[in-house]
């Protein structure tokens, strides 16, 4: 199996993909991992390279303020353009990379192409859930004026992926809504509940937003702007109230004590919300393995972010997408 | 000046709207309440009512559950369509409910009417920040398909309200958005950009899911299917996060001794997001003074949206808007 990491995109590159790249590099033995990025400032960040680690050498990278589209097009030698060639030329079975999600979709579209049936390809991060595992948000971003069928095929899409990768046997599929009841929603998602009725998907109807993190659904369809939103708002919030969070406890002595005791049980609760434990976001309805991690990707979350790659690759989701896309 | 008030509304009731019209009646003598509801459940919960307070007895209400425009049609003695039925025949400045949305909206639409120019009333509840005051959302609801041209009125209503109600000299508008470039988004965010962009509104581009708490911008517009995600999101993460952290420092007994150190440090931070803070989302566009309160709200939450409710007549918000919109 062949893994194309960009090393060049995220906040924290090359440093954090070089790193997590030799520590997978040394326990999947397996796996061959091509580096492509700047070699010079890849080898500055490692002693020896282990033997499954190769290098692409490119100087030219996306930057996340570039009109996503133009950039690919114009910019065929950038890292994260060269990753998408290789997964298009079967040089590599799957590509991470922690740059700007506009550039990932434009090259996954443009680079790697669509699976055969699949109108709109659609960003899949898993969400922290409140209970027990995540849920999969389905798109979060990729199509921005997405119809009731692409809605439907996101459906299809995650529930394959949800079984196939995330272990969930009867994944449990709902639809993003302003109120439980069938009548309720916009154009979209009215038409989008009577397509997903009438499919054999283990569909649970409609979820609001405030039952979101709750663990109910496993896979929730909502357009990409909406998807996008709810998103960033989650992360937002988070941040928001752990730093005021932080605030607060550090006022006066006794508060300074009493929080440095509870120490141990905030930071549980803030892993609950560390994105780095949920690895990436996998490009689903693309013809070839293409995962975002997220643009802040610590070494940990690269890692992470490695072996859902190679999970990917291993349940061979996008031949599992065409056999289960015809249900 | 006169408040009518849907007795029978929200999870509370009637007691807290109840008790809450008691207290304000003794505070503002200027003020008269009209509670509308069941007689005997209202004295029920009083002993002797202000000479300020009067009540139009119904046992009619509308369920959470009925569709909201056949139920406003069908039941025009219904608390709500009653209180709406005062503010269209000036019995009443305004009317406060914190029944369903979907009724309030149909009530405000059918029973009071819009203002002229006003194509689409917008839901506008004010979201507490990390940061300061509040931002103004809106539509957090009322109309599902929005147009750009919708959501350019929505600016215009929400920086006279901000102006007028909020106190705020001059509103900084910002879109809803996928990113922050002028490009972004989808039809209808775009085409809202260049509308947004030619007004002379303060209006300060794209705003981020993940900053629009951040208290960069004091009215946020979106569509009312996004809208209304983003309020019952943050309420759902809000909510997670103070019952995850509850269970975590309720754990062992250190952690317990250490958290009950730390009470009014939490309190605080809670009392941050506290809705009832923040009162009442007022129905702007309607041609009458029209507040949904939060579903469970408490006593607390009544009195500052009955304060609010007191200052939306008292600012003539209604003629304001009609001076604004030229602009």
Not at 23 to 51: K, M, S, V, W, Y
Not at 79 to 98: H, I
Not at 157 to 168: F, Q, T, W
Request: aromatic letters at 6%.
């Amino acid at each position: 199996m062949k893994l194309a990491i960009d090393a060049m995109g995220g906040d924290l590159a090359p440093v954090a993909p070089v790193r997590a790249t030799i520590e997978c590099a040394r326990r999947f033995l397996d796996t061959e991992f091509i580096l492509i990025g700047h070699e010079q400032r890849i080898r500055e960040n490692t002693e020896t390279l282990p033997g499954n680690v190769g290098i692409i050498h490119t100087d030219i990278t996306i930057d996340p303020d570039e009109e996503p589209v133009r950039a690919v097009r114009r910019k065929p030698n950038a890292s994260l353009t060269l990753a998408a060639a290789l997964v298009k030329e079967a040089r590599a079975d799957v590509m991470v990379s922690a740059g700007s999600t506009g550039a990932l979709v434009a090259s996954g579209l443009l680079g790697i192409g669509r699976i055969p049936g699949i109108d709109r390809p659609a960003l899949a991060p898993v969400l922290p859930t409140f209970q027990g595992h995540g849920v999969l948000l389905m798109d979060a971003g990729a199509t921005m004026d997405a119809s009731a069928h692409n809605l439907l095929q996101y459906a299809k899409m995650g529930a394959a992926y949800s079984r196939h990768v995330l272990d969930v046997p009867e994944p449990r599929v709902a639809l993003l809504n302003v109120g439980t009841e069938p009548g309720k929603g916009n154009a979209l998602t009215k038409e989008a509940y009577h397509l997903l009725e009438a499919t054999q998907l283990n569909f649970i109807g409609n979820v609001e937003a405030r039952e979101v993190l709750d663990g109910g659904a496993d896979v929730v369809v909502c357009d990409g702007f909406v998807g996008n939103v709810v998103l960033k708002l989650i992360e937002g919030v988070g941040l928001g109230i752990f730093s005021l969070l932080k605030e607060q406890l550090t006022q006066g002595f006794t508060t300074k004590m009493a929080a440095m005791m509870l120490k141990p049980s905030l930071r549980g609760l803030r892993d609950k919300f560390d994105y780095a434990e949920y690895g990436g976001a996998p490009f689903l309805g693309v013809a070839g393995g293409c995962l975002k991690a997220h643009g802040s990707s610590s070494e940990r979350a690269w890692v992470v972010a490695m072996e859902q790659a190679r999970k990917f690759v291993k349940q061979d989701v996008i031949r599992q997408f065409s056999e289960d896309l015809d249900g």
